[in-house]
């Protein structure tokens, strides 16, 4: 199991930015690393993600040019930059990770093994 911890989070106004942290308890690079986001009433929703075979990287659509994620492998920790802030991206952010070993990484929430408590991320209009 791998022990996840997010920060980073606050209030912050539209078309600002914010950077989320993943420390994790592992080496990051052994698995691949996403992060998930869930307002108040709705489901939890894929923002992005990067391989652990490739370090390729893949988005959401509604995060695209907006979200970059990478990480420090020498820190075993993610990160998740967000510009251009939006009210609609108000919600708890998680990290996730994947240890299955699949070549590709998944999108699917319900594909990750392991998860961190959540950082708030509240944008103004």
């Known amino acids: 199991q791998v022990q996840l911890v997010e920060s980073g989070g606050g209030l912050v106004q539209a078309g600002g930015s914010l950077r989320l942290s993943c420390a994790a308890s592992d080496h990051t690079f052994r698995y691949s690393m996403g992060w998930f986001r869930q307002a108040p009433g709705k489901e939890r929703e894929f923002v992005a993600v990067i391989a652990w075979s490739d370090d390729k990287t893949y988005y959401a659509d509604s995060v695209k040019g907006r979200f970059t994620i990478s990480r420090d492998t020498g820190k075993n920790t993610v990160y998740l930059q967000m510009s251009s802030l939006k009210p609609e991206d108000t919600a708890v952010y998680y990290c996730?990770?994947?240890?299955?070993?699949?070549?590709?990484?998944?999108?699917?929430?319900?594909?990750?093994?392991?998860w961190g408590q959540g950082t708030q991320v509240t944008v103004s209009s």
């Open positions: 996730a990770a994947d240890r299955s070993g699949r070549w590709v990484a998944s999108v699917d929430a319900g594909e990750y093994d392991d």
